[in-house]
Protein backbone atom coordinates (compact mmCIF):
# COMPACT_ATOMS: atom_id res chain seq x y z
CA UNK A 1 0.00 0.00 0.00
CA UNK A 2 1.38 3.11 -1.17
CA UNK A 3 1.43 6.07 1.81
CA UNK A 4 3.19 9.27 1.98
CA UNK A 5 2.74 11.05 5.17
CA UNK A 6 3.93 14.60 5.76
CA UNK A 7 4.88 16.99 8.70
CA UNK A 8 6.82 19.35 9.99
CA UNK A 9 4.12 22.51 9.46
CA UNK A 10 3.73 24.85 11.90
CA UNK A 11 3.36 28.75 12.37
CA UNK A 12 6.36 31.17 11.97
CA UNK A 13 7.31 34.42 11.42
CA UNK A 14 8.42 35.86 8.07
CA UNK A 15 12.24 35.49 7.01
CA UNK A 16 11.71 32.35 9.23
CA UNK A 17 12.13 28.50 8.09
CA UNK A 18 10.82 25.41 7.93
CA UNK A 19 11.67 22.00 6.91
CA UNK A 20 8.30 19.59 5.92
CA UNK A 21 9.14 15.96 5.64
CA UNK A 22 7.01 13.56 3.38
CA UNK A 23 8.16 10.06 4.64
CA UNK A 24 7.03 7.54 1.79
CA UNK A 25 6.22 3.95 1.86
CA UNK A 26 4.91 1.06 -1.02
CA UNK A 27 6.78 2.10 -3.65
CA UNK A 28 10.42 3.05 -5.21
CA UNK A 29 11.78 6.77 -5.58
CA UNK A 30 13.58 4.72 -8.84
CA UNK A 31 9.61 4.76 -10.08
CA UNK A 32 7.96 8.05 -8.99
CA UNK A 33 8.95 11.59 -8.99
CA UNK A 34 7.68 13.57 -5.43
CA UNK A 35 6.45 16.62 -5.81
CA UNK A 36 5.24 19.29 -3.30
CA UNK A 37 2.02 21.24 -3.68
CA UNK A 38 0.51 24.04 -1.18
CA UNK A 39 -3.08 25.40 -1.46
CA UNK A 40 -3.81 28.45 0.27
CA UNK A 41 -7.40 29.74 1.61
CA UNK A 42 -9.67 30.54 -1.87
CA UNK A 43 -6.72 29.78 -3.84
CA UNK A 44 -6.04 27.25 -6.42
CA UNK A 45 -3.84 24.49 -5.78
CA UNK A 46 -0.35 24.95 -7.03
CA UNK A 47 2.61 22.87 -7.82
CA UNK A 48 5.66 24.17 -5.72
CA UNK A 49 8.51 21.82 -6.29
CA UNK A 50 9.29 18.45 -7.19
CA UNK A 51 11.84 16.05 -7.79
CA UNK A 52 12.84 13.02 -10.12
CA UNK A 53 15.37 10.77 -8.53
CA UNK A 54 16.09 8.62 -11.46
CA UNK A 55 17.28 11.15 -13.99
CA UNK A 56 18.18 13.74 -10.73
CA UNK A 57 15.90 16.67 -11.78
CA UNK A 58 14.06 19.49 -10.23
CA UNK A 59 11.25 21.92 -10.83
CA UNK A 60 10.93 25.03 -8.86
CA UNK A 61 8.26 27.24 -9.28
CA UNK A 62 9.72 30.81 -9.64
CA UNK A 63 7.97 32.27 -6.42
CA UNK A 64 10.17 30.07 -4.39
CA UNK A 65 13.00 29.84 -6.12
CA UNK A 66 16.63 30.51 -4.52
CA UNK A 67 14.42 29.77 -1.04
CA UNK A 68 13.19 26.28 -1.10
CA UNK A 69 15.17 23.69 -1.92
CA UNK A 70 13.98 20.00 -2.00
CA UNK A 71 15.93 16.96 -0.91
CA UNK A 72 15.51 13.14 -0.74
CA UNK A 73 17.01 10.51 1.84
CA UNK A 74 16.96 7.20 -0.19
CA UNK A 75 17.65 5.30 2.98
CA UNK A 76 14.82 6.45 5.44
CA UNK A 77 12.80 6.35 2.05
CA UNK A 78 11.87 10.41 3.31
CA UNK A 79 11.61 13.72 0.67
CA UNK A 80 12.48 17.10 2.46
CA UNK A 81 11.37 20.68 1.62
CA UNK A 82 13.42 23.24 3.40
CA UNK A 83 11.83 26.87 3.22
CA UNK A 84 13.88 29.63 4.22
CA UNK A 85 13.10 33.14 3.71
CA UNK A 86 9.44 32.45 4.46
CA UNK A 87 6.78 35.10 3.26
CA UNK A 88 3.54 35.54 4.41
CA UNK A 89 2.35 34.07 0.68
CA UNK A 90 3.38 31.27 1.62
CA UNK A 91 1.07 30.47 4.08
CA UNK A 92 -0.92 27.26 2.90
CA UNK A 93 -1.47 23.51 2.98
CA UNK A 94 1.49 22.04 1.66
CA UNK A 95 0.87 18.59 0.15
CA UNK A 96 3.43 15.64 -1.36
CA UNK A 97 2.15 13.41 -4.07
CA UNK A 98 3.74 10.50 -5.93
CA UNK A 99 4.02 10.40 -9.81
CA UNK A 100 4.61 7.36 -11.48
CA UNK A 101 7.19 8.47 -14.20
CA UNK A 102 11.13 7.59 -15.51
CA UNK A 103 11.39 11.31 -16.85
CA UNK A 104 11.03 14.70 -15.76
CA UNK A 105 8.62 15.27 -12.58
CA UNK A 106 5.66 17.36 -13.45
CA UNK A 107 3.74 20.85 -11.91
CA UNK A 108 0.69 19.40 -12.36
CA UNK A 109 -1.59 17.93 -9.89
CA UNK A 110 -3.48 15.90 -11.85
CA UNK A 111 -0.55 13.72 -12.81
CA UNK A 112 0.18 12.83 -9.51
CA UNK A 113 -0.93 8.97 -8.06
CA UNK A 114 -0.86 9.53 -4.60
CA UNK A 115 -1.51 12.12 -2.36
CA UNK A 116 -0.38 12.92 1.39
CA UNK A 117 -2.86 14.58 3.95
CA UNK A 118 -1.36 18.10 4.20
CA UNK A 119 0.57 20.13 6.75
CA UNK A 120 -0.33 23.50 7.51
CA UNK A 121 2.31 25.96 6.97
CA UNK A 122 1.58 30.07 8.49
CA UNK A 123 3.66 32.59 7.99
CA UNK A 124 2.84 35.81 9.60
CA UNK A 125 3.80 39.28 8.89
Known amino acids: EVQLVESGGGLVQAGGSLRLSCAAS????????IGWFRQAPGKEREGVVC????????YHVDSVKGRFTISMDNAKNTVYLQMNDLKPEDTGIYYC??????????????????WGQGTQVTVSS
Open 51 to 58: VSNRIDST
Open 97 to 114: AAERTYFYCSNVGYQYDY
Open 26 to 33: GFSFDDYA
